[in-house]
Structures are given as structure tokens and as C-alpha cells.
């Protein structure tokens, strides 16, 4: 199956502003709401296409039941805004995804377990929550399974790592 990112013009323009490739995000969503913007996640509570955590879209100035009611372009606003701050740290696929999934882990080597930083409890709490990040069902997630994960998927519709080598060349140009 190839991804329809013309499907959502509100995608190009977000990601022009974020000066990240289009299918980037569209896959980030993608995992995360399968576009559904009513998507929750009765367990932890996120919701909406990027499963905004309750206390993300407090800081954004809404609530995640204001985020459920809201259509896909007030959606992709609030994506802006959750991913400006980090627009400096994305490179690629993997970095637009942690920045959604688990910002801490941007940067970080791939035998890193997420909620390590927390106590080994915690990172065993972020496995038990997450099983579709978590590839061989071991009681932790690393960054290597993310991005397994994501790289699997991203795959699964067409894609080819070899355009990021070239949209990254684009932009080191244009500067």
C-alpha cells in the first residue's frame, strides 16, 4: 500500500513549516491514529492523531476531550505547535516519531530503553503500555525497536530511505 499524502493538504504546509519531509509526519499519524482524529487510548488517555497525552494538551492550551472534537486541520495546528519546539532536533523519520512517542530518547544510542531514566519499573510500565513498539515482546523497548518498528512500517508504504539523503542534501543547499 503507498500513503495518499495528498489526501491532506494541511500535512504539506505543516510540514513545510517544520522543514520535515511530508511522510514523515503522515506516518507518525499514521502509527499512532491511523488518521482517526477521535483515536483514544483508554489506558493512558492520549487521544487524537498524534495521541496528545492529557497533560501535552494542557500545555497546548486545550484538553485532550477539546482535541477529540476537533477536525484534522485544527489537529495538525496543534501538531505544529507540540513539534515546533523541536524542529531544531529532527533529522529524519526516527526523530519525528520519538518527538511524539518519547522525546527523551531523541539522540540517544539505540540499546537506550525508554524510561530507563526513570528506574527500570518505569521503562517496564512504558513496554507494558506500548506493545506495538515493542517487536520481540520483551519486558523494555529500546530505540533499535522503535525504530524497527517505524522503519518496518514506513516501508510497508512505499518508502525508500534514500530520499531522505537527497532531501537533506536540498536543505543543506538552500541555507
Known amino acids: 500500500m503507498k ?5 491532506y493538504p494541511k500535512l504539506k504546509e505543516v510540514s513545510d513549516r517544520l522543514g520535515i519531509q511530508p511522510f514523515w509526519l503522515w506516518l507518525v499519524i499514521q502509527h499512532e491514529s491511523g488518521w482517526k482524529p477521535t ?3 483508554p489506558t493512558t488517555g492520549a487521544s487524537g492523531l498524534i495521541q496528545f497525552m492529557p497533560a501535552t ?7 485532550t476531550a477539546s482535541i477529540l472534537t476537533s477536525d484534522i486541520n485544527k489537529q495538525l495546528e496543534l501538531v ?3 513539534l515546533l519546539p523541536y524542529k531544531k532536533k529532527i533529522k529524519d523519520i526516527d526523530d519525528v516519531y520519538f518527538s511524539v512517542f518519547y522525546p527523551n530518547a531523541i539522540g540517544k544510542s539505540n540499546n537506550y530503553i525508554l524510561g530507563s531514566e526513570k528506574g527500570m519499573e518505569y521503562a ?3 513496554a507494558k503500555q506500548n506493545p506495538a513498539n515493542n517487536p520481540d515482546k520483551d519486558d523494555v523497548i529500546t530505540v533499535a525497536d522503535v525504530k524497527k518498528v517505524i522503519m518496518d512500517k514506513a516501508k510497508s508504504y512505499g518508502y525508500n530511505p534514500l530520499t531522505d539523503f537527497f532531501f537533506r542534501l536540498k536543505k543543506q543547499l538552500a541555507v
Open 57 to 63: 494538551a494542557r500545555a497546548l492550551g486545550t484538553s
Open 124 to 126: 517496564r510500565k512504558v
Open 39 to 41: 483515536a483514544i487510548n
Open 3 to 7: 500513503a495518499d499524502l495528498t489526501k
Open 80 to 82: 505544529y505547535s507540540y
